[in-house]
């Protein structure tokens, strides 16, 4: 479907690229200390922001030349830096008999949403990530009636989507995700799977369904 070919970028791909393949620009923590880097061309450095879990995300900070990229907003890797931190950082209480007793998914999918707002920002655009809030149940509902997102109607369009840099948001009764972009479930929150990533097709009895935030011209 040609909506979704270039949507990370608003069909500019020259513009917002990722010339390697690579995903992570300069991402910070609070402090100011490198947390990820990968070159990928992008001069970018987001810092972490926020208190505690519920309004924690990556900031966009401004540029850094001495990398000797280019001065350009890399949309996926904001999204892969973010995902990859709460994969690490928001994982679950387990107690000693191995229930699993408080979980993030919605902390982590608000993170990675406040972090591509603020690259789609920086990169001149917008986004509305409003209904991206509360808990997973609430978040379900919000994006279910949401005009600032696109429903997607297969998972092979999903996977399509995450895939080409688009921010896409999954949620089956009482879990919310994201896709990374090998099109794989990023699953803040619950221990299900090693790494804790792991094929949506598998979950498909569960009734998902799949979001893309909608990007516009400032």
């Known amino acids: 479907m040609e909506v979704y070919r270039y949507s990370y970028c608003l069909n500019n791909p020259l513009k ?8 992570f620009t300069n991402f910070l923590d609070k402090e100011g200390n490198l947390i990820q880097h990968i070159d990928d061309g992008s001069n970018a450095v987001f810092q972490l922001t926020g208190k505690n879990k519920t309004d924690e995300y ?5 540029y850094d030349e001495k990398q000797g990229g280019s001065n350009i907003i890399n949309l996926a890797s904001a999204i892969q830096g973010a995902q990859s931190y ?13 229930v699993c007793t408080e979980t993030y998914c919605n902390y982590g999918t608000m993170n990675i949403a406040k972090t591509y707002q603020s690259a789609v920002n920086a990169a001149g655009m917008t986004t509305n990530i409003s209904d991206i809030n509360g808990s997973a149940t609430t978040i379900g509902s919000n994006l279910s009636k949401s005009e600032v997102v696109k429903s997607l109607a297969t998972l092979s369009d999903a996977k399509k989507a995450a895939k080409e840099g688009g921010l896409v948001i999954g949620y089956w009764t009482g ?25 949506p097709k598998h979950t498909e009895k569960n009734n998902q369904k799949f979001y893309m935030l909608i990007l516009n011209p400032k």
């Open 16 to 23: 917002y690229t990722d010339p390697t393949g690579q995903l």
């Open 58 to 62: 990556f900031k966009f900070a401004g």
């Open 175 to 199: 879990h919310v995700f994201t896709l990374n972009k090998e099109g794989m479930i990023n699953n803040v929150g619950a221990p299900r799977a090693t790494n804790n990533v792991f094929d």
């Open 86 to 98: 709460t994969l690490n950082n928001y994982t679950s209480l387990i107690n000693d008999k191995g």
